[in-house]
């Protein structure tokens, strides 16, 4: 049975373009190839546990660690629970979607 193209493994050129457009270079692959694999369909990485999903989960706590970081040295006088504001603002889905827009990732 013939699986639909689109849930084939990435192509070379595909992996080249997503690299140009980001402007990195991956040396392991797989991880680019992860971050677009879907867990839900039938696919040789969902029997590891390799999807999107794992990549969002660990991407949303270095975010959110990398701003806590920056907000509370960038603004000691602020009381923690400015900071929390302040942090959650910035990793808001709707303002990184307008970021993703503004550098063409959508």
Do not use: W
């Not at 990549?55 to 900071?83: N, W």
């Amino acid at each position: 049975m013939k699986m639909h193209k689109r849930f084939q493994p990435m192509e070379e050129d595909v992996i080249e373009e997503i690299e140009m457009i980001l402007q990195y270079r991956f040396r392991n692959k797989i991880l680019l190839v992860e971050a677009f694999t879907q867990y839900s369909f039938n696919n040789p990485l969902k029997k590891a546990g390799k999807s999107y999903e794992r990549l969002e989960f660990m991407g949303d706590s270095v975010l959110g660690c990398l701003m806590a970081r920056e907000t509370s040295s960038s603004y000691e006088a602020l009381p923690p629970e400015q900071l929390m504001l302040l942090r959650a603002a910035n990793v808001d889905t709707e303002r990184l979607a307008r970021i993703a827009i503004k550098f063409n990732f959508h």
